[in-house]
């Protein structure tokens, strides 16, 4: 009932950055939170960051203060602006959306690479 695509992805050099973008379509009314985990290699999947309809953030503490996630609500995305990125920082970035049910959704995924 919720569909997700993401895209904003790519190579980057590290202190380099770079934007996601999670536009959310179907019942986006029964959301109520939206955010992005991340996915390497041999690391387990971590939450990164998370914003509720509210306008509530939370990031883990690898992130804070180098990245920052906003929603856009006319166009139903969300945005995670990535700066000062580092090699630690790639992975495959999930998008994911959570319903007052408690019913989670998922984006296709994105690569973010960081290397010199």
């Known amino acids: 009932q919720v569909q997700l695509v993401e895209s904003g992805g790519g190579l980057v050099q590290p202190g380099g950055s770079l934007r996601l973008s999670c536009a959310a379509s179907?019942?986006?009314?029964?959301?109520?939170?939206m955010g992005w985990y991340r996915q390497a290699p041999g690391i387990e999947r971590e939450l990164v960051a998370a914003?509720?309809?509210?306008?509530?953030?939370n990031y883990t503490d690898s992130v804070k203060g180098r990245f920052a996630i906003s929603r856009e609500k006319v166009k139903n995305t969300v945005y995670l602006q990535m700066n000062s990125l580092k090699p630690e920082d790639t992975a495959v970035y999930y998008c994911?959306?959570?319903?007052?049910?408690?019913?989670?959704?998922w984006g296709q995924g994105t690569q973010v690479t960081v290397s010199s």
């Open positions: 994911y959306a959570v319903r007052t049910d408690y019913v989670r959704y």
């Open positions: 179907g019942s986006i009314s029964s959301i109520k939170a």
């Open positions: 914003i509720t309809s509210g306008g509530n953030t």
